[in-house]
């Protein structure tokens, strides 16, 4: 078992190297700085001068991989490939526009991220395997048919529609919550109650019909039968053996957005105006502030490969039939 | 008129192109014309098809792109506007240029807001006063008298109602024929047997599905000649206008994504499955590496610098509409680039178990040349799962352009779409009374889009997917 996650691990270097080397070409190399400089000034009427400066003060006058310029180790770590983008996996994310350290900035704006993004996912997965195993059990009845109905419904909808319309209504026809902002301590949970149903039930559309179609596999496999003809009632069957091996596929599909769960939801987090990781990334972009994009892009990816990992775990852990070397 | 190929006209012509050679192609496959027979067959897939059918003809019709003709002194040569114009923006002429001053409620004949305006007095004098101003456009022929709006919009509805149901009766009849033809029966028996659902092909489905949209569009058709319908926006501009233009972008951004990313997939997946060795690997290690950097931010990494490559090279677009044009077609590619793993992991799964059955080793051993084993043997034993994937992924790239628009990595701001208009109007909400309609319009078209397209998608996946069977 160590053995095999410190092989993963291993492997995950190459793709992160992967992921480092095509954000690098596609920050520098399809673009020169200087366009970078020129798109942030202003495009007309801007001095060499004025775009020197701003190349110097980022760091980004330097050459790309080789400074011959420089002596000794010089040659390579005073380039723009090692200062920006070799320092990122020892998690040295530079600054962003407005001076301030990214790295500083992405741990403070951790926690109100994951206080909207956990109880959601938590929330969520309890309330779609609910109501998917409802739909399994009552399978080919109007219930069932109409659950379907709601949910292709409710996947169609846009997901702006949910977060527009339930601020619209609860937060300002009935005054039950406020419609923005974010608190200390327990006020907290006035902030957080509407972000995190909206995030509940928009998604509940696609991930119940997933559910229920791995219900539905599941019924009808030999060990149910055998299940049935012992004599077991339908609910023995149903939470018993069913929903005990169902959730390895929804467990092991679900243990991959885990980690991402730190990068916090981009709509909810801007609609509602919570200072987490999400808000930071669309603020970032719409001030095309380069270096915050290209620590998120990293920081995404790390996590996602450190949710494979996970799920190959998981899947050691909740199925005994599998076994790693 | 000088007629403009804009690039994604072509590109969406050349799709068109493609359905139909596709479709002709597949009808003399017996497997796949079996599967799409059966795909005729479903109810909710076949009126979701109308549906789309009507939405595809409203973005064909405004890809057909031109510069009208200036006015000209006779002798002297032709010169054309700089605007350029589509088929549907001439159909829709009288909607495009009734502009009022700014939001006004859906068949309103007053403003939305109150403005200091002239009260001509019984006794002649003028008074200046603060009240809601009438419209340019909305209810202009019923002059003075206002309080007939409600009369005149109840009859141009219901005698728009009364034509359309003609016209449907009329295709209902043509419906009945063809069954009584193909069934050799007589007119009465063939239409019983329409209704009760008993055909190969659902018709009735299909009737039920157009006669909803006969209806829609009739209602629209005669209100719009005299009131804004759907109502207008903050600079005046009529919301059904708005949401008709919005479709051609939902479409492109649906379809020519596609475009990109099935010769990927498909070549890469089906290239790793096959040949196995430093290939699958090479091919795993790209799309392990874009897979794990989450969608949205690689698709904003890469909008942001193709923003920087088009704001450095204005010298490349000639008008404004051609830059939009080409933002969003290379938001397509973008998206492309980014999508294509899933489905060549799945290719690549599929033909891993392909190459070990019996009928490609034999190929093999016949000495048959990989690339025609490629082509003759693996691919149209995949092609089901590329239909499938096909038509599942068309409606999440419609709901992401909305999200794209919204966080701003999306189409040109001056592009009308869903995207933009969500993004436009949704401050509108702050206000009282509440401007709704250019929202609530954006969302019910877009929901009846990605329904349809939801309820196609699983049609399809059940008549293709031989589990399902």
């Known amino acids: 078992m160590l053995a095999y996650v410190v092989r993963r691990l291993l492997y995950a270097i190459p793709i992160l190297i992967g992921v480092n080397l095509l954000t690098f070409a596609l920050f520098f190399v399809v673009n020169t700085p200087e366009d970078m400089a020129r798109m942030q000034l202003g495009v007309k009427r801007v001095t060499p001068e004025a775009i020197e400066k701003w ?32 320092r990122m996996f020892v998690g040295d994310f ?27 996912f938590a929330l969520g997965l309890f309330v779609t395997v609910s109501f998917a195993l409802l739909l399994a059990f009552f399978r080919a009845t109007p219930l069932d048919f109409w659950g379907v109905v709601l949910c292709v419904a409710m996947m169609s909808i846009s997901g702006l529609f949910y977060i527009i319309g339930g601020q619209y209504l609860f937060a300002k026809i009935f005054r039950l919550v406020p419609i923005s902002g974010f608190g200390e301590g327990l006020d907290t949970l006035r902030f957080l109650v509407l972000p995190v149903l909206i995030g509940v039930v928009s998604g509940i559309g696609s991930s119940t019909r997933w559910y229920r179609t791995i219900f539905l596999e599941e019924i009808n496999r030999d060990y149910v039968r055998t299940a049935r003809a012992k004599g077991l009632a339908e ?5 018993g053996h069913v929903l005990r091996n169902a959730l390895i596929p929804i467990l092991t599909g679900v243990v991959v957005v885990i980690p991402l769960l730190f990068m916090g939801s981009l709509l909810t987090e801007s609609f509602f105006g919570i200072p987490g990781l999400g808000s930071y990334t669309i603020d970032a972009i719409s001030a095309q502030d ?33 076994r790693f070397g | 008129m000088q007629p403009v190929l804009l690039w994604s006209d072509l590109f969406i012509w050349l799709l068109v192109a493609a359905g139909v050679v ?96 002239e009260l001509r007095q019984t006794d002649g004098t003028l008074v200046n006063q603060r009240d809601f101003p009438r419209l340019r456009h909305g209810g202009a022929s019923l002059g003075d008298d206002e309080a007939r709006a409600g009369a005149d919009i109840a009859g141009r509805a219901l005698s728009a109602l009364a034509f359309a149901a003609l016209v449907w009766l009329a295709l209902c009849a043509l419906a009945a024929r063809r069954v009584a033809g193909r ?53 005046g501009q009529d919301v059904l206008y708005q949401v008709l233009k919005s479709v051609r972008t939902a479409l492109v951004i649906g379809l020519v994504t596609t475009l990109v990313t099935l010769p990927l997939a498909i070549f890469l997946g089906i290239v790793a499955g096959y040949f196995r060795g430093w290939a699958d690997d090479l091919i795993q290690y790209l799309y392990t590496v874009l897979n794990s950097i989450p969608g949205v931010l690689l698709i904003a990494a890469a909008v942001l610098m193709m923003q920087v490559v088009i704001d450095t090279h204005p010298q490349w677009f000639a008008t404004a509409a051609e830059r939009a044009d080409l933002r969003l077609l290379a938001l397509c590619f973008i998206l492309g680039l980014t999508s294509w793993t899933g489905l060549a992991r799945l290719l690549r799964g599929e033909a891993l178990k392909l190459r070990e059955l019996e009928y490609v080793q034999a190929a093999q051993a016949f000495g048959v040349s990989d690339l025609r084993i490629l082509g003759r043997h693996l691919l149209p034993n995949l092609m089901h799962i590329v239909i499938i994937a096909l038509v599942m992924d068309f409606s999440g790239l419609v709901l992401a352009e909305a999200v794209l628009s919204y966080v701003g990595i999306g189409v040109d701001p001056t592009m009308i779409s869903f995207g933009t208009m969500i993004n436009n109007a949704r401050m509108e909400l702050g206000r009282e009374p509440v401007v709704w309609w250019s929202l609530l319009a954006a969302f019910a078209f877009m929901f009846v889009l990605v329904l349809a397209a939801n309820l196609l998608a699983d049609a399809v996946r059940d008549a293709f997917d031989p589990r399902m069977a």
Not at chain 1, 99 to 119: H, K
Not at chain 1, 235 to 239: E, G, K, S, W
Not at chain 2, 54 to 59: H, S, T
Not at chain 2, 202 to 219: E, M, N, P, S
Request: no cysteine.
């Open chain 1, 55 to 86: 190349k110097a003060e980022r760091g980004y006058d330097k050459p790309l991989f080789v400074n011959a310029a420089a002596g000794g180790v010089g040659v390579l770590t005073e380039t723009i490939f090692f200062e920006k983008s070799a």
């Open chain 1, 94 to 120: 530079g600054r962003a526009e407005d001076g301030r350290d990214i790295a500083r900035e992405i741990r403070t704006r951790m926690v109100p991220s994951l206080a909207i993004a956990v109880p959601t």
């Open chain 1, 235 to 239: 609910t023995a069957v149903m939470f």
């Open chain 1, 290 to 322: 380069f270096a915050v994009v290209r620590a998120m892009v990293f920081i995404g990816s790390v996590l996602y490969i450190v949710g494979l990992i996970l799920t190959d775990i998981s899947y050691t852990l909740v199925d005994p039939r599998i």
């Open chain 2, 22 to 117: 596709g479709a002709w192609w597949s009808a003399r496959q017996p497997l796949l014309a079996a599967a799409w027979a059966r795909v005729g067959r479903s109810r909710p897939g076949m009126a979701a098809a109308t549906l789309l059918a009507a939405f595809a003809l409203i973005g064909l019709l405004d890809s057909l792109h031109y510069r009208p003709q200036l006015p000209a002194q006779p002798g002297e040569k032709p010169a054309y506007a700089v605007e350029v114009l589509s088929a549907l923006d001439a159909l829709l002429t009288p909607l495009r240029t009734r502009v009022e001053k700014t939001y006004s409620a859906p068949l309103a004949t007053r403003a939305y807001a109150k403005e200091m305006i």
């Open chain 2, 183 to 235: 069934a050799a029966l007589g007119f009465g028996a063939a239409w019983r047997k329409l209704w009760r659902g008993d055909t190969a092909f659902a018709w009735d489905a299909v009737l039920v599905a157009l006669g909803l949209i006969l209806a829609v569009a009739a209602v629209f058709v005669g209100l719009a000649v005299e009131y804004h319908v759907l109502g207008t926006d903050k600079v």
